[in-house]
């Protein structure tokens, strides 16, 4: 038996058992989809396991044997425990909901479907773990926002890391009285006397930037992200501030906007972004004055400082508005590619866009609009986050103080009882029926923190649609499977590409 049993064979196994500590690590560093998505916290998980396996190196060639026996053993308990921790009915004694709070687990980051697949196979609530933080998991739009509004008391909305640069904090952070004054004031100010009057705007920005592409399409495909997101960064900086697309104001917040960056991926230091939020201030402010046209408001902020006078001086305010058009930017732009995605990959729907025209039959959405609800409904529209403030009790369960809750809003809109045929991309669902907030709310359903700019969005993506379907037909040219992305959302493929030709040019 000892002949069996060597000092080769336990030093490797010792090995085996101190490298599968760290396989959560390792699994999820091996996920490309993560390392895009997550690039800073995916260079500190790599760091942290060079220098684990360097001490691996170094425990293996010089610690005496009974030291790596003992380092093997603390691993081993590790693994127990984690597994311990992971199983699908710990915490049951406690009310704690079914699932697996596994550290670093890739489920959620890694595959689109994950929630749904947790949603059948355990049903509603159930948890998860979100990178290390315990996740209560709510599936059913109705049962959801009762949950959100019976224990709104005890429910905050998590913070984003650029609220620091906003004396104040970002709106949805903000004191409830706080944030009621405020919200008011944005409610007044993303209004549609600044949008309507610029539609042909807006249309002429998309038509230049689908002309781009087609040109690009020449050489071979093009990525529909970067010219999407360039279009509605130009219109942005028009609806909120004022800015002309071709002054030098608006190429320096292109600038500008790379730096104050919420995921940051320049990794500019605070005070370099703390200079640069300024400088979009001072570039804002200038327009103020300038933004004269009779009594209709030519941009947000102009709406703003008249219906708060000063606000254009308030830091918190006008710095709340600086990062609205960041968040709402990526927001729209996402959108815009699932709309194209979707368009992509069920032409029929791009053929019947070329056919129609004004609105829906007796005055329901056009078929534009509803292509927009759609796309709304399976992909953009993803979750609802807060976080326990106390410790929660809901019929029969508990959420521990100090866990997230994810209303799940994508999987709530896979309910067959509500929408036939739910996986199927189908617009003319909204063509014969109103859904109420409890079964379709991809903009929150009214709570309070739900979106200012539900109109804008939708107004905005339709314009896309009829400019891309009437004026191009286009084709896949090379492919790959949707990613999470550092929105924390999910998006086509970065390396899918488009082939756009004009409908009036020459086909091969």
């Known amino acids: 038996m000892s ?18 500590a760290a396989w959560p690590a390792f699994g999820l560093l091996a996920r490309r989809s993560f390392r895009n998505a997550f690039p800073a916290f995916a260079r500190y998980l790599a760091g942290l396991l060079v220098l684990y396996l360097a001490g691996l190196v170094l425990l293996a060639v010089m610690a005496p044997a009974w030291l790596v026996r003992c380092a093997a053993a603390g691993a081993l308990a590790v693994l127990g425990v984690v597994h311990w921790h992971s199983a699908v009915a710990r915490g049951r004694a406690h009310g704690w909901p079914p699932g697996s709070l596994q550290p670093l687990a890739a489920g959620p980051l890694t595959r689109q479907n994950f929630f749904l697949e947790q949603f059948r196979r355990l049903g509603s609530p159930f948890k998860t773990s979100q ?6 998991c709510l599936v059913g739009l109705a049962d959801g926002l009762a949950f959100f509004h019976e224990h709104d008391e005890s429910l905050a909305s998590p913070p984003w890391a650029f609220g620091r640069f906003i004396p104040g904090g970002f709106l949805r952070h903000m004191p409830r009285r706080q944030h009621a004054a405020a919200r ?3 409610r007044s100010s993303l209004v549609r006397e600044v949008y309507q009057p610029q539609e042909a705007f807006i249309r002429d920005v998309f038509r230049r930037e689908l002309a781009v592409m087609a040109q690009g399409s020449r050489d071979g495909g093009v990525p529909p992200r970067r010219h999407v997101q360039r279009a509605v960064f130009t219109i942005w900086v028009r609806l909120f501030f004022g800015i002309e697309r071709d002054s030098a104001d608006c190429a320096q917040l292109a600038s500008l906007y790379k730096i104050i960056d919420i995921r940051n991926p320049m990794g500019a230091s605070d005070r370099q972004i703390r200079n640069a939020v300024d400088a979009v201030i001072a570039i804002a402010r200038r327009q103020v004055d300038r933004d004269v046209d009779g009594d209709r408001p030519r941009s947000f902020l102009h709406a703003m400082a008249r219906t708060r006078p000063g606000s254009a001086d308030d830091p918190t305010m006008i710095g709340n508005l600086v990062y609205m058009l960041h968040t709402t930017w990526a927001d729209v732009s996402g959108l815009l590619q699932w709309v194209t995605r979707l368009l992509t990959d069920h032409g029929e729907w791009a053929d019947r866009l070329r056919q129609a025209r004004g609105t829906g039959d007796n005055g329901s ?14 992909e ?7 976080v326990a403030t106390a410790d929660i009790d809901h019929n029969g369960f508990r959420v521990p103080k100090g866990w997230l809750v994810r209303l799940c809003v994508r999987e709530s809109h896979q309910d067959p009882t509500v929408f036939e045929e739910p996986a199927v991309f189908n617009p003319d669902r909204f063509l014969h029926r109103t859904f109420t907030r409890r079964e379709y709310a991809p903009f929150g359903a009214g709570l309070r923190h739900a979106c200012l700019g539900e109109q804008l969005t939708r107004t ?21 499977p949707p990613e999470h992305s550092a929105w924390r959302h999910w998006r086509p493929s970065s390396g899918w590409r488009i082939a756009l030709t004009a409908r009036d040019a020459p086909h091969e």
């Open 3 to 20: 002949a069996v049993w060597g000092p080769g064979l336990e030093r490797t196994l010792e090995g085996m058992v101190l490298c599968a």
């Open 131 to 136: 990178f290390l933080r315990p996740t209560a």
């Open 184 to 186: 008011d004031v944005f």
């Open 365 to 378: 959405a056009s078929l534009s609009t509803r292509v927009v609800m759609e796309t709304l409904r399976l």
């Open 380 to 386: 953009q529209s993803e979750y609802l986050y807060r």
């Open 460 to 480: 905005v993506a339709s314009i896309f649609v009829e400019e891309l379907a009437r004026g191009y037909v286009w084709h896949t040219v090379t492919d790959g």
